[in-house]
T-cell receptor, first 112, second 114 residues
Framework: QKEVEQDPGPLSVPEGAIVSLNCTYSNSAFQYFMWYRQYSRKGPELLMYTYSSGNKEDGRFTAQVDKSSKYISLFIRDSQPSDSATYLCVRYGETSGSRLTFGEGTQLTVNP | DTGVSQDPRHKITKRGQNVTFRCDPISEHNRLYWYRQTLGQGPEFLTYFQNEAQLEKSRLLSDRFSAERPKGSFSTLEIQRTEQGDSAMYLC????????????FGPGTRLTVL
């Protein structure tokens, strides 16, 4: 079983929509998670990180971890065309050399 | 621009040839990671360095792959006797240290093996 699994989409929404991106993870011992964003032909860039359960908000972005169901979510409010990218949910391996384990990525297109 | 650079950005080679990629991390960063990303997939960990020491290698890294980081600065990733299955984006990332969670990625080297 993969450590992190993500619906690859693609997902297409109109500008201004609320976007929900979701992942599941395999091991309830995992504690640190991240969301990376990757624009076409670029390397991934860190968007947000979260620890264990709960919500974290940063501007239009909210990251949520539900430890009981091993579910990770990223919500984007008032989505913009500039949000069009691939979003990668990531497990941060604090006990495995700080390596990152990525989901497959969800390709998002926000249409003007 | 994250400050991590990779060279070349694109490489086309014929099966059986050797290729070498270079990564220049952010100057004060001690840790350097290599990942491989195939089309439609997320990056997969290959190996990482703490300064000049290679501390871990993924089982994805076959004997044809070798990575170095002399003097703890730039790093090279060499693939010998390339195969079509090696076609992918090779990404380098760096971070300040083990307790720092942000890895800064370079733009990647896209390898196409014909």
């Amino acid at each position: 079983q993969k450590e992190v699994e993500q619906d690859p989409g693609p997902l297409s929404v109109p500008e201004g929509a609320i976007v929900s991106l979701n992942c599941t993870y395999s091991n309830s011992a995992f504690q640190y998670f991240m969301w990376y964003r990757q624009y076409s032909r670029k390397g991934p860039e860190l968007l947000m990180y979260t620890y264990s359960s709960g919500n974290k908000e940063d501007g239009r972005f909210t990251a949520q971890v539900d430890k009981s169901s091993k579910y990770i979510s990223l919500f984007i409010r008032d989505s913009q065309p500039s949000d069009s990218a691939t979003y990668l949910c990531v497990r941060y391996g604090e006990t495995s050399g700080s390596r990152l384990t990525f989901g497959e990525g969800t390709q998002l297109t926000v249409n003007p | 621009d994250t400050g991590v650079s990779q060279d070349p950005r694109h490489k086309i080679t014929k099966r059986g040839q050797n290729v070498t990629f270079r990564c220049d991390p952010i100057s004060e960063h001690n840790r350097l990671y290599w990942y491989r990303q195939t089309l439609g997939q997320g990056p997969e960990f290959l190996t990482y360095f703490q300064n000049e020491a290679q501390l871990e290698k993924s089982r994805l890294l076959s004997d044809r792959f070798s990575a170095e980081r002399p003097k703890g600065s730039f790093s090279t990733l060499e693939i010998q006797r390339t195969e079509q299955g090696d076609s992918a984006m090779y990404l380098c990332a760096s971070t300040l240290g083990p307790s720092t969670d942000t890895q800064y990625f370079g733009p990647g080297t896209r390898l196409t093996v014909l």
